[in-house]
C-alpha cells in the first residue's frame, strides 16, 4: 500500500497535467484564430501558431461595430446582474437554509420548479412584459428579471446549510442582533467561498447571454457583446477573423475575474476554518 | 435603483421579528417571480392549449383542447428527442461527476502551489462564448484535417472519424464537448465544498489507521453529499434542457438523422422553425412533467439534510 | 376573447407608462424603422442619399440583426404586434412562412395597388410574394437565379463538354462518373443537392414542393423516386465528397479542385471569386441548369407589417419603391453586394454583357437573366421545413443504410401526413 501512494502522486499529477492541456487547447486556438484571416482559419490543416492579422481584424470588428461600446454595455449589464444577484440569492439561500418557516418546502419547490422551463419559450410573454413596463431597448431587461436566480438560491441554501452554524446564528440573536445585522455581519462571511463563485457564474452567465438582448435590444449601439458579435455573421459572408477576435476580446475580462476570484476563493477557504 | 437602496437602509433600522425574517428575505425572489415570471408560466400553459399562427398577432389563437398534447405524444420526432436527451444527459452528466469530484479531491490536497492555474485551466472552457466554441470545435473535428482525428491516427491507428456528419458520431463528440466545457465548474463546487469538511476528522481517522482511500470513503464523500445533490441536480436539469451545444454544432438543425436533436433543440424548431407555438409550448410541459419527476428521484437518492448540521 | 382583452388592457398600460418613461422621444420628425440582416442592411444603407433627396425630414433608422435572430425577432414582433418595424426585409424561405399568416400589409389594395407592378419584375419573384388568397404582400429586390458552375479544365481533362453534361439528370451523373474516373474528381459537394433540384422538376399545377393545395402529401411519387435513385447512384458510385455545404472540407474541395461541379445561386460566384476558391479563377464556367430545370436559390423581399403605425405606411411604401423599383438603386446593390436584380427594366443593361473574369470571361450574367424569366413560382406549405428534413433524413437512410427507396417514402409520407394539417 505504501509503495503504491509513493508512486501514484506522480501520475496523478501528470494525468491532471495532461488534463489541464486537453482543457486549454480550444481557448488557445480561439486566440490564434484571432489572429488570422478569414481564408487562414479555414485552410486545412489550421494555423497552430499566431498569425499577423490581429490589427486588421480588430479594424474590421471597429467599423462594422461600436465594439468598445458594446464591451461597456456588457461590462454594466454583467455588474449589475452579478451585484442584484448576490444580494437575492444569499438572502434567500439563508432563509431556506436556517430558517423553519411555513410555506418553506412550498416556496422552495417554486424556486426549483422555475428552473426548470427552457428560457427561450419566455421570448414571446417576455417581450410582451418589457413592452408593457417600457423596458424595450433598456439594458435593466437585462439585468432585474433573472436576479434572483433559481440556481443561486439553489447554491446559497446548500452552501448555508453545511458552512452556517445554527448555534452561531441563535447566539448572535440572544446576544440582541438585529436580522439584517445577522444577515450582514455573521452569514455573509462564512458564505464567502459560495458568493465568490455565484458571483463568478452570473457574471459570465450575463456577459454570454444573448437570447435576452435578442428579444429586448433595438439599438446597435446598445447592444450587448454577444448580440453585436452575431451580427457579424452573415449568411455567407462570415468575417471570421474579426468574429474570432471579437470573441477572444470578450473573454479577457471573463479571464480577470476569473484570476481575481479565486483568489477570493481561496482566502475565503483557508480563513474558512470556522468549525 | 435609488428606491431599493432607501428600503435597506430603512430596514436596518427596523427591528426585524425571527419570525417574519425569512419572508422578508424570500421577498425579492417573489417580488420578482411575480412580475416577470407569473406571466410567461400562463401564458405558455394557456398557448399549449391553443393552434397559433404567431406572425398574425395574439389574436389569432385557437383553442383546440388536448390535441397539442396528444400530437405531442404520438410525435416519433418528440420521443426521438426524449431519446437523445437521455443518452447526451448520461454520457455527458456522469462523467463530469465521477472525473471532478476525485480531480478536486487531488487538488484540494496536493497542488498547492500550482492549484490556482491548474483550476483557471479547467475553468476556461465555462467561460468560453458559445460562437467561439462552434468554430473551434467544427475545425477540430473537422473530418479530413481536424486536429481530433489527426491526434486518434497518431495515438491509435484510427482512420478518420466523420465526427459532425454521421449520426452515430455526433453525440459523442457534444457529449465530449459538454464534458469539457462543465467539467471545471464543478471542479470549482467541490473544491468550495472540500473546504467545509473539517481537518481534524481525517487527522482523527488517520491516528485511527484508515488509509487514504477509507479516508475518502467515510468522510470526504459523505461530506460532499450536499455539493453533490447540488451538482447532480443542475447536471440533471441541464443535461434534460441541453440546448446550446447541440444547437450551435448543428447549425441549429439537430444533425443527421436528427441524431443531435434534443428536446430543448426539437421545442425551439418546432417554434421558430416550423412556427407551432402551441405544439412547441404543449411539449415544453410535458418535458417540464419529465424533468419534475428526476428531480425529485433526485432529492430522494441524495436525502439532504434539512437545516444545516 | 380573453388574449384580446388582456392585450387591451396592456395597451393602455403601455401607454402610460411610455408616455411617462420617453417625453425625449415624441420629436416632430418622423422616422422610419427599417428592420434587415447582413447585407441587406448595406443596401438600404446605401439608399440613403437618394431617400434624403426625396425626403428630407424623414430618417431612417436601421436595426440590423444576424439572419436568423432577424427572423426571428420578426416573428416575436408580428405575434405580439409590438415594435414592429415600418419596413421589414424578409429572405425567400422565411417570406413563404410569413406569407401565410395575416401580419404582413397586403399591398395589392389601396392605396399600393401593387398588383400592377406585376409586370416590372421577375415573375416568379413577384409570384412568390403573392399569398394564398391572392394578394401581394410583398415585393422583391433581388433574386438567386439557379445555374449550374462547372470546371471546364477537369471536364476536358475527361473529353467532356457542356453539352454533354446537362441535356439530363441522367447524362449529368454519367458525366460525372467520367469525370471521376479520368481525373478523381467528385461530382458534387454532396448528393442531397442533387436530391433538392431534381424534385423540383415535373411539378404538377396547384402542387407545392412536398404538399399539394389540399395538404396532400406529395412524397410518394415519381418525381420523389427518380431523385432518390438518381441521389444513389452518386453515392453508390463515390461521386459526391459527402461534406456538408459551407463546411471547411466543402471549401477546401473547391480550393484544392477536388469538386468538379457546384449547383447553387448565381451569386456563388462572388462567393468563390472572393474567399472560396480565389484560386481558382478562370477554370470555371457557369450554365444552365440540366435538363432544363430553372429554379431560384434565395432572394431578398421588403414587406410592411399590417398593424404598424398607419401614420408612417405611406412613407414605408415610399421606401420600398425606391428600393425595388429606382433602376439606380438595383444596380449599386448588383455591383457592391452582387444582388441579382429583380427589377426586369434593368435586365437589358449593358452590365449584363460584361465578361466575368473568375469565369474566363464567359458572359454569364446573360445565361442568368434568361434563367431568371423562366424560374416557376412554387407553392409554399406551412409544414416545408420540416418536410426538408424528413425528406432529407429518408435519403440519408437510402443512401448510408441501404434503406429501400419505397420504404422509404412511404415512412415519409407517414410522417408528413400527421402534420400536414397543423
Redesign the interface.
Same mark, same amino acid.
Given at each position: 500500500?505504501n509503495g503504491a501512494?509513493r508512486l501514484a502522486?506522480w501520475a496523478?499529477?501528470a494525468l491532471?497535467?495532461a488534463?489541464?492541456?486537453?482543457?486549454?487547447? $480550444?481557448?488557445y486556438?480561439?486566440f490564434v /484564430?484571432a489572429t488570422h484571416s478569414r481564408t487562414e482559419?479555414?485552410d486545412?490543416?489550421?494555423p497552430l501558431w499566431f498569425g499577423s492579422e490581429l490589427p486588421a481584424n480588430l479594424a474590421i470588428l471597429t467599423e462594422r461595430l461600436p465594439f468598445w461600446r458594446n464591451l461597456g454595455w456588457s461590462l454594466y449589464v454583467a455588474l449589475a446582474s452579478t451585484a442584484l444577484t448576490l444580494?437575492?440569492c444569499s438572502?434567500?439561500g439563508?432563509?431556506?437554509?436556517?430558517?423553519? /418557516?411555513r410555506f418553506?418546502g412550498a416556496?422552495f419547490a417554486?424556486?426549483?420548479?422555475?428552473?426548470?422551463?427552457?428560457s427561450?419559450?419566455?421570448m414571446?410573454?417576455?417581450f410582451?412584459?418589457m413592452d408593457a413596463l417600457g423596458w424595450i431597448d433598456e439594458h435593466r431587461a437585462l439585468y432585474?428579471?433573472g436576479?434572483?436566480s433559481a440556481?443561486g438560491?439553489?447554491?446559497m441554501r446548500?452552501?448555508?446549510?453545511?458552512?452556517?452554524?445554527?448555534e452561531l446564528v441563535e447566539a448572535a440573536?440572544m446576544d440582541g442582533c438585529?436580522? /439584517?445585522?445577522i444577515?450582514r455581519l455573521v452569514v455573509l462571511p462564512l458564505l464567502r467561498?459560495?458568493l465568490?463563485?455565484l458571483g463568478l457564474?452570473t457574471f459570465?452567465g450575463s456577459w454570454?447571454n444573448f437570447i435576452g438582448p435578442l428579444v429586448v435590444m433595438r439599438s446597435a449601439d446598445r447592444y450587448t457583446l $454577444?448580440l453585436a458579435?452575431?451580427s457579424l455573421?452573415s449568411t455567407v459572408n462570415t468575417e471570421?477573423g474579426a468574429?474570432?477576435a471579437g470573441?477572444?476580446i470578450?473573454?479577457i475580462p471573463?479571464?480577470v475575474l476569473?484570476?481575481l476570484c479565486?483568489?477570493q476563493?481561496?482566502a475565503g477557504?483557508t480563513a474558512?476554518?470556522v468549525? | 435603483m435609488r428606491p431599493r437602496a432607501s428600503l435597506t437602509a430603512a430596514?436596518?433600522n427596523v427591528?426585524?421579528?425571527?419570525?417574519w425574517?425569512?419572508?422578508?428575505? @424570500?421577498s425579492?425572489?417573489?417580488v420578482?417571480?411575480a412580475?416577470?415570471?407569473v406571466?410567461?408560466?400562463l401564458?405558455?400553459l +394557456?398557448l399549449a392549449f391553443q393552434?397559433w399562427?404567431?406572425?398574425?398577432?395574439?389574436?389569432?389563437?385557437e383553442f383546440v383542447g388536448l390535441g397539442n398534447f396528444a400530437?405531442a405524444l404520438?410525435?416519433?420526432w418528440f420521443w426521438k428527442s426524449l431519446q437523445n436527451t437521455a443518452w447526451l444527459a448520461l454520457a455527458s452528466g456522469l462523467p463530469q461527476h465521477a472525473v471532478a469530484i476525485p480531480?478536486a479531491v487531488?487538488?484540494h490536497q496536493?497542488?498547492t502551489r500550482l492549484?490556482?492555474v491548474?483550476?483557471?485551466?479547467?475553468?476556461?472552457?465555462?467561460?468560453?462564448?458559445?460562437?467561439?466554441?462552434a468554430?473551434?470545435?467544427?475545425?477540430?473535428f473537422?473530418?479530413?484535417?481536424g486536429?481530433v482525428n489527426?491526434t486518434l491516427r497518431a495515438l491509435l491507428g484510427i482512420e478518420p472519424v466523420?465526427w459532425?456528419?454521421?449520426p452515430e458520431h455526433i453525440k459523442p463528440a457534444i457529449a465530449v464537448i459538454v464534458f +469539457?466545457r462543465y467539467?471545471?465548474?464543478n471542479v470549482?463546487?467541490y473544491?468550495?465544498?472540500l473546504?467545509?469538511i473539517?481537518?481534524d476528522l481525517y487527522e482523527a481517522a488517520a491516528l485511527d489507521g484508515a488509509?487514504?482511500w477509507r479516508q475518502f470513503w467515510h468522510i470526504t464523500l459523505p461530506g460532499l453529499k450536499?455539493?453533490m445533490?447540488?451538482g447532480v441536480?443542475?447536471s440533471v436539469?441541464g443535461g434534460l434542457?441541453l440546448?446550446e451545444e447541440p444547437f450551435i454544432l448543428t447549425g441549429?438543425?439537430g444533425g443527421?438523422?436528427?441524431a443531435a436533436m434534443t428536446s430543448?433543440v426539437y421545442?425551439?424548431r418546432m417554434?421558430?422553425?416550423?412556427?407551432?407555438?402551441g405544439?412547441?409550448?404543449a411539449m415544453?410541459w410535458l418535458?417540464?412533467v419529465v @424533468?419534475?419527476a428526476l428531480?425529485w428521484l433526485t432529492h430522494r437518492a441524495f436525502a439532504?439534510?434539512?437545516?444545516?448540521? | 376573447? &380573453?388574449?384580446?382583452g388582456r392585450?387591451t388592457r396592456r395597451r393602455v398600460l403601455a401607454a402610460g407608462l411610455a408616455a411617462a418613461a420617453w417625453p425625449a422621444r415624441a420629436g416632430a420628425r418622423t422616422t422610419l424603422q427599417v428592420a434587415a440582416f447582413p447585407l441587406v442592411d448595406e443596401i438600404v444603407r446605401a439608399a440613403l442619399p437618394a431617400w434624403r433627396q426625396r425626403h428630407p425630414d424623414v430618417a431612417v433608422q436601421i436595426v440590423s440583426r444576424q439572419y436568423?435572430d432577424h427572423?426571428?425577432a420578426?416573428?416575436t414582433a408580428?405575434?405580439?404586434?409590438a415594435h414592429l418595424p415600418d419596413v421589414m426585409a424578409l429572405e425567400a424561405s422565411y417570406l413563404g *412562412?410569413?406569407s401565410?399568416?395575416?401580419?404582413?400589409e397586403e399591398l395589392s389594395r389601396e392605396p399600393y395597388h401593387a398588383d400592377r407592378l406585376r409586370d416590372r419584375f421577375v415573375r416568379y419573384a413577384f409570384d412568390q410574394a403573392v399569398n394564398r388568397r391572392g394578394a401581394v404582400v410583398a415585393l422583391p429586390t433581388d433574386i438567386g437565379p439557379g445555374t449550374l458552375l462547372y470546371r471546364s479544365d477537369l471536364l476536358a481533362r475527361a473529353g467532356i463538354g457542356e453539352a454533354e453534361l446537362t441535356p439530363s439528370w441522367e447524362a449529368y451523373v454519367e458525366a460525372g462518373v467520367r469525370v471521376k474516373a479520368a481525373t478523381g474528381a467528385y461530382l458534387i459537394a454532396n448528393a442531397q443537392a442533387l436530391k433538392d433540384i431534381v424534385i423540383r422538376s415535373g411539378i404538377g399545377p396547384g402542387e407545392g414542393l412536398y404538399f399539394d393545395r389540399q395538404s396532400r402529401v406529395l412524397v410518394n411519387s415519381p418525381r420523389f423516386a427518380r431523385a432518390f435513385e438518381l441521389a444513389r447512384r452518386v453515392r453508390r458510385g463515390r461521386l459526391d465528397a *459527402?461534406?456538408?455545404a459551407w463546411?471547411?472540407?466543402w471549401a477546401?474541395g473547391f480550393k484544392r479542385g477536388t469538386l468538379a461541379t457546384e449547383l447553387s445561386g448565381a451569386w456563388m460566384v462572388g462567393q468563390m471569386a472572393n474567399w472560396v476558391a480565389p484560386q481558382t479563377r478562370g477554370l470555371w464556367r457557369a450554365a444552365q441548369l440540366p435538363e432544363r430545370t430553372f429554379v431560384g436559390y434565395g432572394g431578398t423581399y421588403y414587406a410592411m407589417p399590417r398593424?404598424a403605425d398607419p401614420a408612417r405606411k405611406a412613407l414605408a411604401w415610399d421606401l420600398i419603391r425606391l428600393l425595388t423599383l429606382d433602376r439606380e438603386r438595383q444596380f449599386a446593390a448588383f455591383r457592391s453586394q452582387d444582388a441579382f436584380p429583380a427589377l426586369l427594366e434593368t435586365h437589358d443593361d449593358p452590365f449584363f454583357d460584361e465578361p466575368l473574369p473568375f469565369l474566363g470571361g464567359q458572359r454569364a450574367r446573360v445565361l442568368w437573366r434568361d434563367a431568371a424569366r423562366r424560374i416557376g413560382a412554387l407553392e409554399v406549405h &406551412?409544414?416545408n421545413?420540416?418536410a426538408d428534413?424528413v425528406v432529407g433524413?429518408e435519403l440519408?437512410?437510402v443512401l448510408?443504410r441501404g434503406k429501400d427507396i419505397g420504404r422509404a417514402l412511404a415512412d415519409a409520407e407517414r410522417?408528413l401526413a *400527421?402534420r400536414a394539417h *397543423?
Open positions: 500500500m501512494s502522486p496523478a499529477y491532471v497535467g488534463g489541464a492541456l486537453v482543457m486549454l487547447a $480550444p481557448f486556438f480561439m /484564430f482559419i479555414f486545412l490543416p489550421p444580494l437575492f438572502m434567500a439563508y432563509a431556506f437554509a436556517l430558517f423553519d /418557516f418553506k416556496l417554486l424556486v426549483m420548479g422555475t428552473m426548470l422551463l427552457p427561450f419559450m419566455n414571446i410573454p417576455s410582451m412584459i432585474l428579471p436576479a434572483a440556481f438560491i439553489f447554491l446548500q452552501y448555508a446549510s453545511t458552512a452556517v452554524p445554527r440573536r438585529g436580522e /439584517f445585522a444577515y467561498p459560495a465568490g463563485t457564474v459570465i454570454n $454577444p458579435l452575431r455573421q471570421w468574429l474570432m470573441s477572444a470578450a473573454t471573463l479571464l476569473f484570476v479565486s483568489r476563493l481561496i477557504l474558512g476554518a468549525k | 430596514l436596518r427591528r426585524l421579528s425571527p419570525r425574517a425569512p419572508y422578508v428575505f @424570500v425579492p425572489f417573489l420578482l417571480f412580475v416577470f415570471g406571466f410567461p408560466l401564458f405558455s +394557456w393552434s399562427e404567431p406572425t398574425s398577432g395574439l389574436d389569432a389563437m400530437f404520438q410525435d416519433e480531480l487531488l487538488l496536493g497542488f492549484r490556482d491548474t483550476v483557471g485551466a479547467y475553468f476556461l472552457p465555462y467561460i468560453t462564448s458559445t460562437v467561439a466554441i468554430i473551434m470545435f467544427s475545425s477540430l473537422s473530418t479530413d484535417f486536429l489527426a466523420d459532425l456528419g454521421r +469539457w467539467l471545471g465548474f470549482v463546487l473544491l468550495a465544498a473546504q467545509t473539517p481537518r488509509g487514504r450536499p455539493m445533490f447540488f441536480t443542475l436539469i434542457q440546448f441549429g438543425k443527421a438523422d436528427q430543448a421545442l425551439y417554434a421558430f422553425d416550423f412556427n407551432d407555438f405544439g412547441a409550448s415544453s418535458l417540464f @424533468v419534475v428531480t439532504p439534510r434539512r437545516g444545516g448540521r | 376573447m &380573453k388574449a384580446t392585450t436568423a427572423h426571428t420578426m416573428t408580428l405575434s405580439t404586434s *412562412r410569413f401565410l399568416g395575416a401580419g404582413l *459527402r461534406v456538408s463546411s471547411n472540407e477546401e398593424r &406551412k409544414q421545413n420540416f428534413e433524413t440519408d437512410n448510408d410522417l *400527421r *397543423r
